[in-house]
């Protein structure tokens, strides 16, 4: 690392924000790999249901694990070097999967390869040091849709695997982000709060120091919402299919690309998201989304259209894409407090709440199976969506109310 004590020059902070975009969506792809490339393999290995399951959600749960450590590392040395292991680490255990001939191989690589989604916490503290308060939103926001790499997945992988095999897949997917950690390492520079302590010869923090914030309700507060807008985006996009086929009797090829369509704008608009939450505060972006989510998740319990009540296919789709919307909006508005509320400890915080967020995409979708084994009703997914929803806005509301009564005039950051 050659950085020195010269100021930022103009074209980092974009350099960082844009690199580090293209870096997550690489990461999300092959975060990803195994709902493509994992239904070959339960072939292969001739799998039952549940230990397919294990196996597609094995990165996922790994991923969001990692996360607060990968936030904190971080945190302490910064986040070109440990954004660059990250998916070198990676990138060796999707190669390493190519060689796996076992199920207990198979989980062992996915181990490695859900170092990979972990790079999300690794992202959020490395970038918005690059940018004032009023931006950091923006950034975050545009940083975050990199969720679009499962689309890349979804779209792109189905057809390497039809030519050339599962193994393909990973070496290719594998070598894609090699090549993207090596040019992500010779076209950006530390940020700006890990050169202010390597040139002030900062001492380490203890971990005590780092985790310090974690003792804060508010940190499972912004989880809290985030286990919703990030978690539940993502247990939709993998419960849509099997609900519309399900529900309605969709084809499964048409049901799954209403899912594939859910994704990318859910993930495209969280940009829009950082955005409004620079320019008209977080907090009335979270109001109005975890509103919004209330009605709209209400609306989907309904049962389907049947005999003159219920919802139709039709309104069904519109409701789910105005709550992917929103989600998406929330999403970013969650990491916009963090820098705000935790400038010093925004590895360790984001970690946390990432982790959360990551762990509601692995569990949401089990306790939706589980519900619908126990009610027989499909609805009964959006049921427990509504409950969280409006347990998140409860504590919130209350939180804020608490909050101007101690503080009535608070600063512009923690307002936001």
């Not at 799954?256 to 907090?283: Q, T």
Request: one cysteine or more; glycine letters at 10%.
């Amino acid at each position: 690392m050659s950085e020195n004590k010269q100021p930022l020059s103009a074209s980092e902070p974009a350099k960082a924000l844009w690199m580090s975009t293209f870096a997550f969506t690489i990461c999300f792809a092959v975060w990803t790999i195994f709902a493509i490339i994992g239904i070959r393999i339960k072939q292969d290995l001739a799998l039952t249901e549940a230990q397919f399951g294990l196996l597609v959600g094995t990165p996922i749960l790994t991923g969001s694990l990692v996360r607060i450590l990968l936030g904190v590392w971080t945190g302490r040395y910064g986040g070109r070097l440990v954004y660059t292991l990250t998916m070198l680490a990676a990138a060796l255990a999707t190669f390493l999967l190519t060689y796996a001939t076992t199920y207990p191989q198979m989980l062992l690589a996915g181990l490695g390869i859900g170092l990979a989604g972990g790079s999300f916490a690794v992202g959020v503290a490395y970038v918005s040091p690059f940018f004032p308060p009023e931006k950091q939103g923006t950034a975050l926001g545009i940083f975050g849709a990199g969720n679009v790499g499962a689309a890349v997945t979804k779209f792109v992988a189905p057809f390497v695997l039809i030519a050339w095999g599962w193994q393909t897949v990973a070496e290719i997917w594998a070598a894609a982000l090699v090549v993207t950690a090596l040019v992500f390492w010779f076209t950006t520079s530390d940020d700006p709060a890990f050169r202010s302590r390597r040139e002030r010869q900062t001492p380490k923090r203890s971990l005590l120091q780092e985790f310090a914030p974690l003792k804060n309700a508010q940190v499972w507060r912004f989880s809290l919402y985030y286990f919703f807008a990030f978690g539940g985006f993502v247990a939709l996009s993998l419960w849509l299919p099997r609900y519309l086929v399900g529900v309605y009797g969709f084809d499964i090829a048409v049901a799954g690309m209403v899912a594939a369509a859910y994704s990318i704008p859910g993930s495209v608009f969280r940009a829009f998201g950082g955005v409004l939450s620079d320019r008209k505060g977080a907090r009335s972006v979270m109001y109005w989304m975890l509103g919004i989510s209330a009605v709209a998740t209400l609306i989907l319990s309904l049962p389907a259209a049947g005999e003159g009540f219920g919802i139709t296919p039709a309104v069904f789709i519109v409701t789910v894409f105005v709550l992917g919307f929103v989600m998406s909006l929330g999403k970013a508005a969650v990491y916009k407090h963090i820098p705000a509320y935790y400038p010093d400890n925004v590895g360790a915080v984001g970690g946390i709440v990432g982790m959360v967020g990551g762990l509601g995409g692995f569990v949401l979708p089990i306790a939706f199976g589980l519900l619908k084994d126990a009610t027989g009703l499909w609805s009964s997914c959006f049921l427990l969506l509504f409950a969280v929803v409006v347990a998140s806005l409860l504590w919130m509301h209350l939180s804020i109310r608490q909050m101007e009564r101690r503080a009535p005039t608070l600063p512009t950051a923690a307002a936001a």
